[in-house]
């Protein structure tokens, strides 16, 4: 059955389950009719004290207030930006400086170091709103083609893109996320993404619409192994939702399979590329589980292809296929502006109901990489692939020089920039490393200013402590080399390409 409104149909379940546990961690739990609360007297709440249709921020990381905040405000019909609690500064700055935002939802203590003329609602605030009784407002909440939400991604120029997600978009994701993946109601998914990252969205929503249970994975279990591996079994989770990276680390430990973790029945990968070896390993391990890898921009709404794996799809191919595309989309695939025909590669290009309608105040990044055809909104992915005759996509690397690390989309030409901003660089080019196809670190080929270090270790230090101040930590490179200038082409551009082939031919 189809889905025609997100909120009508997650607050149905504080009527016919207002017991079921919405959300649990190790340290709170919360029932569909405290989700229920809570959003509605945020909602009543922002009725009125902000302009119509003007998009917030939520600030914080996996905790019930935040889901309780993305669902008041869609009800009081704005857009949510979801922001990390520990993003850079500079970061924060510039999301605001694009969004413009009419609030800011503070679930954890908005940082004093970042003055701002946009309200900020403290985390006492928005506790006293959740739990007093408030009289009831008429609602307009999100729909159709307004935005649900805004995710900000890299950008080239080292200002962030907004990615803005309709609640169209988002039925068209979670309608097909429901039908194709054997989900069921009341069950239990991993939340581990955090929610400035879409991958979110593939726990939050299908949980929350189908009577299911959140449970928070926090960074500081993910940071140590040892807390990790003892806190799997416990889990009791059956729906996997993560990176492939996050995988190969739980994948060390021995005991993580079915015989100590039964309750496991899907996986699903999204974010980057799975890498077969992990595929295989855990195909050995989970041999009755529905392991799924899933392909999608943030800019298609979390996901639009799929291929539940097995033996003998790992066996016919190298590389593992990104997928069937989803019914209400069309994947087509142009070398030179032209359409290739089956098995050859080219850039994929999605159309299709749940393509974004563009960057928040970004017409020019929106021109370049969204466009109409057919009636129908489509985006040039800049990933290079090629589909099969009977219609099976497989991954062919980036176009350009946009990669994946861990799950996390970044611009080179981003870290570039602010790169060149700490005072210790006069220049700089970052290229990946490659290892089985997939991105294994970034590597800074840096020409330095006069500085005081005797080692170059002191000044890769040095380095990536300045550039933390700016970028997130998952931008940071690992490897740096310092040349005395950078290489060049016959025309005078730094030439990156040379520099990515010496990086990888080692």
């Given at each position: 059955?189809?889905?025609?409104d997100?909120?009508?149909?997650?607050?149905?379940?504080?009527?016919?389950?207002?017991?079921?546990l919405?959300?649990?961690s190790?340290?709170?739990?919360?029932?569909?009719?405290?989700?229920?609360?809570?959003?509605d007297?945020?909602?009543?709440h922002?009725?009125?004290?902000?302009?119509?249709?003007?998009?917030v921020v939520?600030?914080?990381?996996?905790e019930?207030?935040?889901?309780?905040?993305f669902?008041?405000?869609?009800k009081?019909?704005?857009?949510?930006i979801?922001?990390?609690?520990?993003?850079?500064?500079e970061?924060?700055?510039?999301?605001?400086?694009?969004?413009?935002?009419?609030?800011?939802?503070?679930?954890?203590?908005?940082?004093?170091?970042?003055?701002?003329?946009?309200?900020?609602?403290?985390?006492?605030?928005?506790a006293?709103?959740?739990k007093t009784t408030?009289a009831a407002k008429?609602?307009t909440?999100?729909?159709?083609?307004?935005?649900?939400?805004?995710?900000?991604?890299?950008?080239?120029?080292?200002?962030p893109?907004?990615?803005?997600i309709?609640?169209?978009?988002?039925?068209?994701?979670l309608?097909?996320?429901?039908?194709?993946?054997g989900?069921?109601?009341?069950?239990?998914f991993?939340?581990?993404a955090?929610?400035?990252?879409?991958?979110?969205?593939m726990?939050?929503?299908?949980?929350l619409?189908?009577?299911?249970?959140?449970?928070?994975?926090?960074?500081?279990?993910?940071?140590?192994?040892?807390?990790?591996?003892?806190f799997?079994?416990?889990?009791?989770?059956?729906?996997?939702?993560?990176?492939p990276?996050?995988?190969?680390?739980?994948?060390?430990?021995?005991?993580?399979?079915?015989?100590?973790?039964?309750?496991?029945?899907?996986?699903?990968?999204?974010?980057?590329?799975?890498p077969?070896?992990?595929?295989?390993?855990?195909?050995k391990?989970?041999?009755?589980?529905?392991?799924?890898?899933?392909?999608?921009?943030?800019?298609a709404?979390?996901?639009?292809?799929?291929?539940k794996?097995?033996?003998?799809?790992?066996?016919?191919?190298?590389?593992?296929?990104?997928?069937?595309?989803?019914?209400?989309?069309?994947?087509?695939?142009?070398s030179?502006?032209?359409?290739?025909?089956?098995?050859?590669?080219?850039?994929?290009?999605?159309?299709?109901?749940?393509?974004?309608?563009?960057?928040?105040?970004n017409?020019?990044?929106?021109?370049?990489?969204?466009f109409?055809?057919?009636?129908q909104?489509?985006?040039?992915?800049?990933?290079a692939?090629?589909?099969?005759?009977?219609?099976?996509?497989?991954?062919?690397?980036r176009i350009?020089?946009q990669?994946k690390?861990?799950?996390?989309r970044?611009?080179?030409?981003?870290?570039d920039?602010?790169?060149?901003?700490?005072?210790?660089?006069?220049?700089?080019?970052?290229?990946?490393?490659y290892?089985?196809?997939?991105?294994?670190?970034?590597v800074?080929?840096?020409?330095?200013?006069?500085?005081?270090?005797?080692k170059?270790?002191?000044?890769?230090?040095?380095?990536?402590?300045e550039?933390?101040?700016?970028?997130?930590?998952?931008?940071?490179?690992?490897?740096?080399?310092?040349?005395?200038?950078?290489?060049?082409?016959?025309?005078?551009?730094?030439?990156?390409?040379g520099?990515?082939?010496?990086?990888?031919?080692k």
């Amino acid at each position: 059955m189809q889905m025609n409104d997100v909120m009508t149909t997650i607050d149905a379940w504080a009527q016919k389950a207002p017991d079921q546990l919405a959300y649990q961690s190790e340290t709170a739990a919360f029932t569909y009719a405290e989700l229920k609360q809570y959003s509605d007297h945020l909602a009543y709440h922002l009725t009125d004290r902000i302009a119509p249709k003007a998009p917030v921020v939520v600030f914080g990381e996996l905790e019930f207030e935040m889901l309780a905040s993305f669902l008041g405000a869609s009800k009081a019909g704005h857009a949510y930006i979801p922001i990390e609690s520990t993003t850079p500064q500079e970061r924060i700055e510039l999301i605001l400086n694009v969004a413009q935002p009419a609030l800011i939802i503070s679930v954890l203590p908005w940082p004093e170091k970042i003055v701002t003329e946009i309200p900020v609602l403290t985390p006492t605030e928005l506790a006293q709103i959740f739990k007093t009784t408030a009289a009831a407002k008429p609602l307009t909440p999100v729909k159709e083609d307004e935005n649900y939400y805004i995710i900000f991604t890299s950008g080239t120029t080292g200002v962030p893109k907004g990615v803005q997600i309709s609640h169209k978009n988002l039925l068209s994701f979670l309608n097909w996320d429901l039908a194709d993946f054997g989900i069921t109601e009341k069950m239990r998914f991993l939340s581990q993404a955090p929610y400035s990252f879409d991958l979110s969205v593939m726990s939050i929503y299908p949980a929350l619409t189908t009577g299911g249970t959140l449970v928070p994975m926090e960074k500081a279990v993910i940071n140590d192994f040892k807390k990790l591996f003892a806190f799997l079994p416990k889990l009791d989770i059956e729906v996997w939702v993560s990176t492939p990276s996050f995988m190969d680390i739980c994948l060390m430990e021995p005991t993580f399979d079915a015989k100590h973790v039964p309750s496991l029945k899907i996986f699903q990968f999204c974010g980057e590329e799975l890498p077969h070896k992990t595929a295989t390993e855990l195909l050995k391990r989970f041999p009755h589980a529905g392991i799924f890898n899933t392909y999608g921009p943030t800019e298609a709404t979390v996901a639009i292809s799929q291929i539940k794996l097995t033996p003998e799809v790992l066996a016919q191919y190298d590389r593992v296929p990104i997928g069937y595309v989803k019914a209400d989309t069309e994947v087509q695939i142009l070398s030179e502006g032209q359409l290739v025909t089956a098995d050859q590669i080219g850039e994929l290009i999605i159309k299709g109901p749940s393509v974004s309608k563009g960057y928040m105040h970004n017409p020019e990044k929106t021109a370049k990489a969204f466009f109409e055809s057919a009636g129908q909104p489509a985006y040039k992915t800049g990933d290079a692939g090629k589909m099969t005759a009977d219609g099976l996509l497989l991954y062919d690397g980036r176009i350009d020089f946009q990669v994946k690390l861990h799950g996390f989309r970044i611009e080179l030409e981003d870290i570039d920039h602010h790169l060149e901003k700490v005072s210790y660089v006069k220049q700089a080019a970052v290229v990946p490393k490659y290892q089985n196809h997939k991105v294994q670190q970034l590597v800074a080929y840096v020409v330095a200013n006069e500085n005081p270090f005797e080692k170059t270790f002191q000044l890769t230090k040095a380095i990536k402590e300045e550039l933390a101040q700016s970028v997130m930590d998952y931008m940071i490179p690992q490897r740096f080399v310092y040349l005395d200038q950078l290489p060049r082409t016959a025309n005078g551009k730094i030439d990156r390409k040379g520099i990515l082939n010496e990086v990888n031919s080692k």
